[in-house]
């Protein structure tokens, strides 16, 4: 069933191994700013901005304008947000939680059932990253993906059985997040100045706009002060929305530093994609962000990207927001030539230090 056997990461943090393999050692421009992210996460300074989107629906058409302009600031100075009062119950929450953790707890060999193999195209089920550069770094994750919306492109044939309400669940989920992507993209094309169905029309609407689900699992590390669980990149998608079991890990490249997310009670995180920092013509920013591992706690995190069609949509700076003075900052692209960029320039120029 699986390609090339691919060792993962669970099974060397299990192995009781005090030094991790040098694939997951960071080069030494990245070693210098790696914290320990339980005192990374105490630290004063810039936080994320919490958004109440309990507002967004208020009868008064003042309180939706201030939860509007709340949104789009945010979008503009971070392109990274805590959205509470979201509408989707913690009681969903915590089941969608529950059974991926339920599922990440089976044994290596029962998972690997669900295995990927990556090098025939096969993205969706159970995987651990490929070194796809040529320095050959491995992150410190293993991973489960799959599309989880629109409902009749799902395959469900993938889906974990184990525990058995993980379908209904993160079924659920992805369709009470769909509503809220609808939400949240009308405000940011009213605050473009546009009109609030732009956005979504432009990223493929409720039939072609892919709500892809990642679980991200961050086992035990050995040596977390030598590795990433992810390494900095900015998303592809036109909104991420992440959840995860309190753990912190997430840091974003802000102002010129490293700030550790800190956890905040029943709050999704909301990114702004590289997708919609073009549409908007870089007015909204899609942040460079990584993820820390540690040595006490297994993080686990729920991301799900809202991504355009591959190839049936051009993206490109609306022409609306591109003036003399602010020609358009990107070249058009389909969604799959950006991805095909990012990956071939990234090999090009290295990350940023």
Known sequence: MMGTVVPRVESLASSGMKHIPKEYVRPQEELDN??????????EGPQVPTIDLGEIDSPSEVVRGKCREKLKKAAEEWGVMNLVNH??????????RKAGETFFSLPIEEKEKYANDQASGKIQ?????LANNASGQLEWEDYFFHLVYPEEKRDLSIWPTKPSDYT???SEYARRLRRLATK??????????????RLEKEVGGMEELLLQLKINYYPICPQ????????????????TFLLHNMVPGLQLFYEGKWITAKCVPNSILMHVGDTIEILSNGKYKSILHRGLVNKE????????????PKE????????????EKDPARFPPRTFAQHIHHKLFRKDEEGLPK
């Open 34 to 43: 790696i914290g320990n992210v339980f005192e990374e996460e105490k630290k």
């Open 87 to 96: 509408g989707i119950p913690e009681e969903l929450l915590n089941r969608l």
């Open 125 to 129: 089920g159970y995987g651990s990253k």
């Open 168 to 170: 209904e669940a993160t």
């Open 184 to 197: 949240i993209l009308e405000a940011l094309s009213v605050g473009l100045g546009l009109e609030g169905g």
């Open 224 to 239: 977390p002060e030598l590795a990433l669980g992810v390494e900095a990149h900015t998303d592809i998608s036109s909104l």
């Open 297 to 308: 706690k297994v993080r686990i995190s729920w991301a799900v990207f809202c991504e355009p």
């Open 312 to 323: 049936k949509i051009i993206l490109q700076p609306l022409p609306e927001l591109v003036t």
